[in-house]
C-alpha cells in the first residue's frame, strides 16, 4: 500500500521552479523513491527515481534527504503543459508493485 | 514506435453484463499491470502478471479476472459489473530486474461506462 504523503495541491507561476515534497518517512534501504506524473485523461508518465543519490535529467530533478525520509521534486522551469497530478511513490527493487499515493495536483499559472 | 496499447478507449456496458477489456504491448516486457482509477483518485493496482504468474491484490474483488495468453496480449474481464465499477482502467507494463531501475510504461486507459 502507498507509503507516501503529498500535499493535495499547489500552484506555481510559469517559468519559476515548482519545489513538489513527498514525505516517506517509513522507507526501507531496498525501497527506491518514484516520481510520476499524470496529464488529465492520460495515463501517468514516468518522470524520474533514485535511491539515496540526488537524480537530475531532462525534465526534473530529485532531491533526497540524507535521511531518505522525504524527497523533493523540482521542475526547474515550470510552463503550462506541466499542469498536471504528481505521484511520489516508494517502491521495493525486489518487487513488481507500484502504489500511488494520493499525488498532488500542481497548477501551473501564466 | 513501441508502446502500450487499450483497446477500446471509451466502453459502455450495462449492469451485470460481461465486459473485457484489452492491452497490448510492443515492448517485450515481462510485468502486465492493471490499475483501476476512479474519478479524482489515484491508480489503484488490482493485480498484474510476471511472466505467466498472476499476482493479486488482497482487496481486489472476485469480480475481477485477469488473463494473459502471451507475452504482448493482457485481459481484464469484468463478470457482473455494477455501477461502482465504472472508472478509468489503466494498463501498464514493465520489466523486472533487482538491478535495474522497472519504470513503468501505461497505456491511455480505458473508460468503462455502467448503465
Known amino acids: 500500500d502507498a507509503k507516501t504523503t503529498q500535499p493535495p495541491s499547489m500552484d506555481c507561476a510559469e517559468g519559476r521552479a515548482a519545489n513538489l515534497p513527498c514525505n516517506h518517512s517509513?522507507?526501507?534501504?531496498?525501497?527506491?523513491v518514484y516520481w510520476y506524473r499524470q496529464i488529465h485523461s492520460q495515463g501517468p508518465q514516468y518522470i524520474i527515481h533514485?535511491?539515496?543519490n540526488n537524480e537530475t535529467n531532462e525534465m526534473a530533478s530529485l532531491i533526497i534527504t540524507e535521511d531518505r525520509k522525504s524527497s523533493t521534486l523540482i521542475l526547474p522551469h515550470a510552463t503550462l503543459r506541466d499542469t498536471a497530478v504528481y505521484y511520489c511513490i516508494v517502491r521495493d527493487r525486489t518487487g513488481n508493485q507500484f502504489y500511488f499515493g494520493t499525488g498532488t495536483s500542481l497548477t501551473v499559472i501564466p | 514506435d513501441a508502446m502500450v496499447i487499450q483497446n477500446p478507449r471509451y466502453q459502455v456496458t450495462q449492469f451485470g453484463k460481461p465486459v473485457t477489456l484489452s492491452c497490448s504491448q510492443t515492448?517485450?516486457?515481462?510485468?502486465m499491470y492493471w490499475y483501476q482509477q476512479k474519478s479524482s483518485q489515484a491508480p489503484k493496482l488490482l493485480f498484474h502478471y510476471y511472466d505467466k504468474d498472476f499476482n493479486n491484490e488482497a482487496d481486489t474483488p472476485d469480480n475481477f479476472q485477469s488473463r494473459r495468453p502471451n507475452t504482448s496480449f493482457c485481459f481484464l474481464d469484468i463478470r457482473s459489473p455494477g455501477l461502482g465499477d465504472a472508472a478509468m482502467y489503466l494498463c501498464?507494463?514493465?520489466?523486472?530486474?533487482?538491478?535495474?531501475?522497472?519504470?513503468?510504461?501505461f497505456g491511455p486507459g480505458t473508460r468503462l461506462t455502467v448503465l
Open positions: 517509513t522507507i526501507s534501504g531496498n525501497e527506491y
Open positions: 533514485g535511491l539515496k
Open positions: 515492448l517485450n516486457h515481462n510485468v
Open positions: 501498464a507494463t514493465s520489466t523486472y530486474s533487482v538491478t535495474l531501475h522497472n519504470e513503468q510504461f
